[in-house]
């Protein structure tokens, strides 16, 4: 079956630093990719998605790019700051009728001033 | 515009008890999805609801029980509470297939 697998946390960095959190996917067709963060104590929030090869999601100055040659969408910040410290979750969801997510187990970022 | 909503926030059951969660959507989305997120774990899919139907079904056995309503509104039903069933459940809810996630119920099974 479908699944995502990220690099394993936990990742601690100072503030201002470079972020990359990889994740790869195997999927049968062409799923769509998803970046959720949850910050302590809450639910999950939807950070960015790409739902065909070559796309770029952003916002909040974070990044990620559906390569489907390499099946994967690592997840890159320029410069962290201290608010980006949270579980961040690798996604998808197949192109069948289900929409169905399944993630990753998870990647914990912490950011020290 | 209000997002996902989910009632209670915390709840403490024992053993061998039932349980009911619920869940509003976001206006506009007529699909709701379930999920259970373990400690230290990512979200494990439960079930989806469209019209009023349950669409897919996750791994879980038949004491997972779900509903929706005319309303979109849905609950999930627990029955015969194990000590395993202990985690946040997050209801989603999509349209144009992106979710969008409550804040959770962190149920504690003692």
């Known amino acids: ?113 | 515009d209000a997002g996902v909503t989910q009632s209670p926030t915390h709840l403490i059951k024992t053993r061998g008890q039932q349980v009911t969660l619920r869940c509003s959507p976001k206006s506009g989305h007529d699909t709701v999805s379930w999920y259970q997120q373990a400690l230290g774990q990512g979200p494990q899919f439960i079930f989806q609801y469209y019209e009023e139907e349950e669409r897919q079904r996750g791994n879980f056995p038949d004491r997972f029980s779900g509903h929706q309503f005319p309303n979109y509104s849905s609950e999930l039903n627990v029955n015969a509470l194990l000590l395993g069933d202990s985690a946040l459940y997050l209801c989603a809810s999509s349209t144009r297939r992106t979710q969008y996630f409550g804040p959770g119920t962190r149920l504690l099974v003692l």
């Open chain 1, 1 to 113: 079956g479908d699944s995502v697998t990220q690099m394993e946390g936990p990742v601690t960095l100072s503030e201002e630093a470079f972020l990359t959190i990889n994740c790869t996917y195997t999927a049968t067709g062409y799923p769509s990719l998803f970046w959720y963060v949850q910050y302590p104590g809450e639910g999950l929030q939807l950070l960015l998605k790409a739902t065909k090869a070559d796309d770029k999601g952003s916002n909040k100055g974070f990044e990620a790019t559906y390569r489907k040659e390499t099946t994967s969408f690592h997840l890159e910040k320029g410069s962290v700051q201290v608010s980006d410290s949270a579980v961040y979750f690798c996604a998808l969801t197949d192109q069948g009728g289900s929409e169905k997510l399944v993630f990753g187990k998870g990647t914990k970022l912490t950011v020290n001033p």
